[in-house]
């Protein structure tokens, strides 16, 4: 007969076995993503080189709830680029963020009982993941509710050249069509 004290040692030997696989797991994953991260940082993935440039703060001039031809603006092909020899897909986190508030801003548009809550519960917790990241420490002027117009009205910030990473997304997204007619036009001339 096996005692009650044996059976507690093996449950207590197989959990510590348990957390020990789950612990390498989760380190060789950690190591894996600081390996990725890395060569993102050294550019050898996909580097943009973008000067400082000055952005004016307004207030409602534009992107507003019912314009969404022009938020799509915002997102070309969905800010998706293709890198590497195997062209795998990649969203550029700048866009997707962009993409997100169209999520928030289209799902206020629609009426209640047509509204889905999973893209937009994606978007909040990565736009909220995304501002954690970054931690921008620009200070901005702070506004009382009560009061109509803000301190600094137009406030200037200090930012990197947006306008740089579209360029490279679309000379990115261009090159990626021109590679995928090649392929095309290579599996025709071989049939």
Not at 64 to 72: T, V
Not at 161 to 185: M, P
Request: contains cysteine; proline residues 4%; hydrophobic residues 40%.
């Amino acid at each position: 007969m096996v005692s009650k004290r044996a059976v507690e040692n093996v449950f207590i030997g197989i959990a510590i076995v348990v957390l020990a696989i789950n612990a390498t797991f989760k380190i060789v994953a950690r190591a894996a993503v600081w390996r990725a991260q890395r060569r993102a940082d050294e550019g050898s993935l996909w580097n943009v080189d973008r000067k400082e440039v000055a952005l004016e703060i307004d207030s409602w001039t534009r992107y507003k709830l019912d314009s969404a031809e022009e938020w799509s603006r915002l997102f070309p092909g969905g800010g998706v680029i293709h890198l590497g020899s195997e062209r795998m897909p990649y969203t550029v986190s700048m866009m997707h963020q962009l993409r997100c508030l169209d999520v928030v801003r289209d799902q206020l548009n629609r009426p209640k009982s047509e509204r889905s809550e999973q893209p937009t519960r994606h978007c909040l917790n990565y736009l909220r993941q995304s501002l954690y990241c970054r931690g921008d420490l620009q200070l901005d002027p702070y506004q009382y509710p009560h009061k109509v117009n803000a301190l600094h009205p137009h406030a200037v910030r200090r930012c990197k050249d947006w306008r740089a990473v579209y360029e490279k997304v679309w000379e990115n997204q261009a090159a990626y069509a021109s590679w995928l007619e090649a392929e095309r036009n290579s599996t025709f001339s071989h049939q």
